[in-house]
């Protein structure tokens, strides 16, 4: 009998019209195009700035792409996922919203936190799920509305975020494409360094917490860039050598979207050609769960049925990994 494999046969993606570029960032902040552009490589990242809107209308505005592009009713999808770290509340989870604004009444949903690295936890788990042959048609979507949590007044993290969405849709198949090895790992001493302090049941919520500015993102940086670059770079390499992928067999690294010099740094690592990684950083900056399915919507027409790609990720917690996937369909 043939192993049954789980791979993504389509993608969708959204990001709001809203441009917040780095010449307006420089008059909220301290800062410059220049400092900006060296440091981090990113020129503008996409704000939602609609009254009422949060994270679920991102995702529901990615999974109706992918729904469409893929000609897929919603009454087949059977599992949804969704990693965030900006839930629209604290409960329910922001799955059961978006199940419930896209009517899609068969699929069994969850939310996952993971931070950055949550596509990559997400398809670990559910191409798992896929795998055992309980799910037929499941969507992962990443999703992040990181303007909720970022404090423009911070010059260290401000430039960093964006707002957006991707989705996949993953189906089995008996072909030798799809989701072929996975590494993951964590660190919770890595919490230290990067968090939200208040607003969970450690440190709820007071007038206390909101006047020390202590629920936005708080990033030691130099400390967790060193471990982004060692983290998924070491992975990277760990999963090319045992899957027997040479620099010259791969398609494309697929890497989570924080920093362009951790790109740069862990493309270096690997041996690859800076051509074989693909950056949309300087469009979107980090927008956390979806950097990576943004990836994929952005340069689709780029992926071949059968291209070699690597997916790593570092995240809050410390979270981490790197996924060997083979792309399972040609450009339309």
């Known amino acids: 009998m043939s192993k049954i494999r789980a791979a993504i046969t389509g993608v969708g993606g959204y990001v709001p019209d809203y441009r917040l570029d780095n010449d307006e ?15 981090i490589g990113i020129k503008e ?52 919203i978006i199940t419930h604004k896209l009517g899609l009444k068969n699929a ?8 950055c690295s949550g596509f990559i936890y997400g398809l670990e788990i559910v191409s798992r799920m896929i795998e055992s042959g309980a799910y037929k048609k499941a969507i992962l979507v990443g999703a992040d509305m990181m303007s ?56 709820p919520s007071s007038h206390e917490t909101v006047d020390n500015l202590e629920h936005f993102v708080y990033q030691e940086g130099q400390v967790v860039f060193k471990a982004a670059v060692s983290k998924m770079s070491d992975l990277s390499v760990e999963i090319m050598e045992r899957n027997n992928i040479g620099p010259n067999d791969l398609a494309y690294l697929v890497p989570h979207q924080a920093n362009k010099r951790i790109i740069e740094a862990v493309g270096r690592r690997m041996g690859i050609n800076p051509e074989q990684v693909l950056v949309n950083i300087e469009r979107y900056g980090n927008t956390t769960s979806a950097t990576i399915p943004l990836c994929f919507w952005d340069f689709e027409k780029k992926l071949k049925k059968g291209d070699n790609l690597i997916l790593t990720a570092f995240g809050a917690g410390f979270t981490f990994g790197s996924v060997f996937l083979k792309w399972a369909y040609d450009p339309a």
């Open 25 to 39: 960032l420089s008059q909220m902040v301290d800062t410059s195009d220049e400092w900006i552009m060296q440091r």
């Open 45 to 96: 990242r996409r704000i939602l700035k609609e009254k009422g809107k949060a994270t679920s209308d991102l995702a529901v505005r990615a999974i109706t792409e992918l729904l469409e592009k893929t000609n897929t009713d919603p009454s087949a999808i059977d599992l949804l996922v969704c990693p965030t770290i900006t839930s629209d509340m604290p409960f329910p989870a922001t799955s059961n």
């Open 108 to 115: 069994f949903n969850y939310d996952i936190s993971a931070a």
């Open 148 to 203: 909720s949590i970022t404090n423009y007044a911070d010059r260290t993290t401000c430039p960093l975020f964006g707002d957006g969405a991707g989705a996949v849709l993953i189906e089995p198949t008996e072909e030798e494409v799809g989701v072929m090895d996975r590494i993951l790992g964590s660190d919770g001493a890595g919490a230290a360094n990067l968090h939200i302090k208040a607003g969970g049941s450690l440190r």
